[in-house]
């Protein structure tokens, strides 16, 4: 299991294609990078440098639509990750 | 439903062209991306380094002119619609 | 009616050659962008990572000179004007 | 009139060669931009994030040695100005 | 023995093809630069401008996942090492 | 005379080859900008953000070596100057 | 003797090759900068927004691994040094 540290997200990715996230249809450009992903581990929040922990709004199970470029591609137990920032984060489908 | 993060924005897009807005008329050069639209949804507000979060100006219903380059282009259920941060929003048309 | 947010101003700018504001005349190289204008709105001004608004110097009804390379210029009503910052302005014509 | 904004000074800068200030040569190589004027007019100060207002050190009536590629070239009734910040001042020729 | 300062850690990489950790497999192109590894030192945690330390959330031991560029390779006693800061742990796998 | 502002240092600058400082020998690679020379004027230190002056350590008369390509070069009655910043400053040879 | 300003460190660097330092052998390829050096002296710490110095961790007759493309070489009395600040330095050698 991975926890992650800080702000970070660890976030399994759809195929390109067109996503059913709870009735909501997300286009998603093929020769893209995936934008939407589910949340399977989050961090305890970035520290600031007063030293205080900025609590998560995401939290795992959460679906998110993420910016474009966001992110970097790892891969645990053969499955397609990918390792965010929240900050990369534009919103939680519901 | 999309339910944006801290200080993001969702704003359905109008094409290129003129836009009336109240009365307003706004002049969109065709070949450029368009510069308003209508908030769709808004998030909660940027959470500072104080842990302190910053209330949000703008709120869903709002007619918003924003930097011309500014956002990044997402469908969702086929609607054409941009993720912004508030701080590209240029003024509330009303 | 434009109502501009944080820091923001919308200026309506005179075409190149000579302004005379105020018996003030103000030398505009033609193939350079406007440096003045009239503040048609100010917003209410930028708020600080503690959470404070920083009240506007620049209002409405005064003409600024500006840098020259600053703001986006967009066009309501038919009218030529000019998307800044308040940092983007160098002094008030009185 | 031109009221300067923040911590922005307007200075009236000497052709190139040499300048006398106060008994002082300043020596200007010509194809430079000028590196010294005298300050026509400054602005409050700049206001911090805290909302303090940093009082300004130079005042009009000071000549003013500042950095070589400081500033912007404006012209006001005729007169050669620079508007420069006060950050890029040097020092203060007496 | 080499003591890391601020928020530096000292980590032993494995070679690129899979890793067993803790019954997890990561997969690491041959070709990329390692992306996880053991923890052999860890510093105290970064000084703020505050003068306060933020203590450490990795020590000595801790297997993690890091960016997969972060980090300066450096040799001691023929082992192979790498200078990372603690910002370029993604995660600790468990 | 030339009162510095803020953080500023003016120096007078030996020419390339070798100094002698206090016993201490200085090489100077003959191509390259000076990288030591004698404090003639130092500024009252630079104001904070929160309206604090940081007291400068460098006082005039100090020899200083200072980062290679620091500075601007200035000439003032004749005189090779530089005008540095405090932070250029590697340190004091006494 | 040169007094180092702020968290400067001055190093004495040893030549590519191998360095055993307290046992420990590390490897320094021929062709790239030094990475390991002696303190010959330390700076009093930097200064904070704040106004605090933040103590310094390393102390002269320390022994220091830091990044490879940091510092600044200068010759002094002919010794090889080399200029640094604190937050080059991997960790200390014991």
Redesign the interface.
């Known amino acids: ?6 702000d ?1 997200l ?1 976030v399994s990715v759809e195929e390109a294609g067109e996503q059913q996230v ?1 009735g ?4 998603q450009a093929a020769q893209e990078k995936p ?1 939407t992903g589910k949340v399977v ?1 989050a ?1 305890p929040g970035r ?6 922990t ?1 609590a998560m ?2 939290k795992a199970g959460d679906t998110v ?1 993420f ?2 470029f966001a992110g ?1 591609a ?5 499955q397609n990750l990918l ?1 965010l920032h ?2 990369d ?6």
């Open positions: 299991m991975l926890k992650p540290l800080s970070r660890i709870g909501i249809v997300i286009a934008v581990a961090g520290v600031t440098d007063a030293g205080q900025i709004t995401v639509l910016d474009k970097q790892i891969e645990i137990d053969g390792a929240e900050k984060v534009i919103g939680v489908l519901a």
